[in-house]
Every structure is written in structure tokens, then in C-alpha cells.
């Protein structure tokens, strides 16, 4: 291998590898731990394997077919992994399990096939169909994830609208996993390894305009929240009925992904005067204010239906873990559920 060859494999490669290392990250590390973590880590797992199968397929192309069927199965998790990542963070309820169950059935038909048509005796059927077809699923999800983010474009486009940093990750996300699947499909006018180059230039790029963006975010909060007067008591008041209005008419706390953007957004107010009313005014952070809806919903499951598993309770109250509703119960009530249902 030559040095413009080294060069290649080097940078085609890295992508592949960074990838690995944030899946990872995604998985074990990254908080708070949600579900939509858990999707990202394994949009960026699947990636990785494909764009690792084709970095060593297009330098070794004797590679065993073995391999080849590895990348091209992780290739039919992409468009899936993708949507349900986007849904995860679009949706307005908290997350049904059926989501897990609908990507563990297409693992497993994908197992399945992958154990009864192997690629090292039936060349055929992968080359052909299931290449084809595991393309124009993917373009399918990629579709049906555009139509989630629809809102998000027309910020993106729009001189009176700001994408936050959630917007922005998410945006980074679906135009980068774009991206990579039309340099897969065009790769028959270009080169196989266009799709291996495509995801590291995507990955770098997309960590440095969000971290560009996160510190530009970090710089004008505090000017922000100190920008306005304090607000009065009788606007505190009004503010107060129409955010626990909707909070308990629209169930927005049931969200474990809420935040103070996003709810401020949805009661069509400013975010950092929202942020000023929580903090000044009640005298807590968003997480405490939202945790007491979430603890009196609780409180009511507790009451009406004792045979209820507490991780179930947790879950529709809008909690992502046993261990943040246990703190977040004895935090209001200075006791256990345990206790709570036994008073």
C-alpha cells in the first residue's frame, strides 16, 4: 500500500472508528440516560459497521463474505435506528416500548435471514435483492424522519426562528446520515469509499459547528437571564395559571425529554422569561418544578392502583429511571413510595 493509499485508509477509517468511541459514549456515559441516547448510540453502532465493512472491503477485496454480511445486515438497522432516534426526540408523549419491540423484530428478521440465506452460499440474493432492498428501506426511513422534522426545517429556513442545540443535533443527524446513504447509492458514478470519507467529513463537521454552537448558547444565558426586571406578582400569578394549566391539561410532564425550551415554546413564551418565572419567582429549577407534577401524578397512580410495579409508575410519569423517580419521590414527600402506599 502506497502513502496516498496509507492516507486514504486513514482518514476513510477514522470516521469509522470515532464512531465506535461515541456509540459508546452514547450507551454508558452520555447524560441523563434516555432512550433517545440509547437510539443514537445505535444509529452510530450500525454506521460504524458498515462504513468499517466498506473501508476494508475496498482495500481487501478478497475480505470473507462473512464480513460483507456483518455490514451490509447493520446497513438494514440504519434507516430504523435513524427514525425512531428522530421520533424519540420530536414526540410530545413518552416513548412506548413498542418502538424497542418494532427494532428488535427487524434485528431479528435480519438474523433470521442472515442464518438461513448466507451470504457465502447465496451471492445472489444479498447482491441483488436484499442489496436493493435494504437501500429503498433505508430512503423510506430517511423520508418518514424528514416528515418528524418538518417543524425544524421551517426554522432552519425562517429569519424569525433560532434552532436551538437540540435542533441543531438532531438536523446534524438526519443530514449526515443522508448523506451517507446517497454516497453509498451513487457510489457505482463515484467510488465505494466515497460512503467512508462522506461519514468522517460528516462526524467532524458536526461536532465542531455543535460545539461552536453550544458555546455561543453558554455565552448569552447569562446575559439573558439577567436581562429583564423582576417580574411583578400579578404577572407571576397569570404566568403561573397558564403554564399549570397546560402542564396538567396537555400531561407535558408524561415527556421525559421535556425541556424548558421546549415547553416555553409550546406555550408560545419566551424562553428565558419562563426560565425568570421558575427560578425567581418559585424559587426552583426546571427539573424540580416539572419532577412535583410528575410526583403528584404519581401519587395519584400509587393511590388508585397499589398493584402497579413501581418501574411501570415511573415510566408513565414521565421518568427515564427507577433510581431518578425513587430521589425525586423522597425529595416532595420526604418519603418512599413504598412507605406512601402503606400510609
Not at 422534522?149 to 436551538?164: E, G, I, M, Q, T
Not at 399549570?244 to 407535558?252: G, H, K, L, P, R
Request: aromatic share 18%.
Amino acid at each position: 500500500m502506497d502513502f496516498s493509499n496509507e492516507l486514504l485508509f486513514f482518514f476513510s477509517a477514522l470516521g469509522a472508528f470515532n464512531g465506535v468511541l461515541l456509540s459508546l459514549y452514547f450507551f454508558f456515559i452520555a447524560k441523563p440516560k434516555n432512550i433517545s441516547s440509547y437510539l443514537l448510540g445505535g444509529l452510530l453502532a450500525v454506521i460504524s459497521i458498515r462504513i468499517g465493512k466498506s473501508v476494508f472491503y475496498y482495500f481487501n477485496p478478497q475480505l470473507s463474505k462473512f464480513y460483507l454480511q456483518i455490514g451490509l445486515s447493520a446497513c438494514f438497522l440504519i434507516g430504523p435506528f435513524l427514525y425512531f432516534y428522530i421520533r424519540s426526540k420530536t414526540a410530545t408523549t413518552q416513548t412506548p416500548k413498542s418502538w424497542l419491540l418494532q427494532l428488535g423484530l427487524l434485528a431479528l428478521l435480519v438474523i433470521v435471514f442472515g442464518i438461513l440465506y448466507p451470504y457465502e452460499t447465496h451471492p445472489d440474493i444479498w447482491g441483488t435483492y436484499f442489496f436493493k432492498t435494504l437501500y429503498y428501506q433505508w430512503l423510506l426511513f430517511i423520508i418518514a424522519s424528514a416528515f418528524l422534522l418538518k417543524d425544524h426545517f421551517k426554522k432552519l429556513f425562517s429569519s424569525s426562528s433560532k434552532l436551538n442545540y437540540n435542533d441543531s443535533w438532531m438536523l446534524s443527524v438526519f443530514f449526515g446520515t443522508t448523506l451517507i446513504w446517497v454516497a453509498y447509492y451513487t457510489s457505482s458514478y463515484t467510488s465505494y469509499i466515497v460512503g467512508a470519507l462522506s461519514f468522517s467529513f460528516v462526524l467532524y463537521l458536526s461536532v465542531l459547528l455543535l460545539f461552536h454552537k453550544k458555546r455561543q448558547s453558554n455565552k448569552a444565558a447569562p446575559q439573558e437571564k439577567y436581562a429583564n426586571q423582576k417580574i411583578s406578582t400579578e404577572e407571576a400569578t397569570a404566568l403561573f395559571n397558564k403554564v399549570d394549566s397546560y402542564i396538567n391539561t396537555q400531561q407535558a410532564y408524561k415527556n421525559p425529554n421535556l425541556t424548558l425550551p421546549e415547553l416555553a415554546k409550546q406555550l408560545h413564551i419566551r424562553t428565558h422569561l419562563l426560565s425568570q418565572f421558575i427560578n425567581d419567582n418559585l424559587n426552583k429549577n426546571f427539573s424540580q418544578f416539572i419532577n412535583e407534577y410528575r410526583i403528584e401524578e404519581a401519587k395519584r397512580l400509587l393511590t388508585s392502583n397499589s398493584n402497579l410495579k413501581i418501574e411501570v409508575i415511573a415510566e408513565q410519569c414521565g421518568f427515564n429511571s427507577n433510581s431518578t423517580f425513587y430521589t425525586a419521590f423522597k425529595k416532595v414527600t420526604n418519603t418512599t413510595p413504598s412507605k406512601f402506599i402503606k400510609q
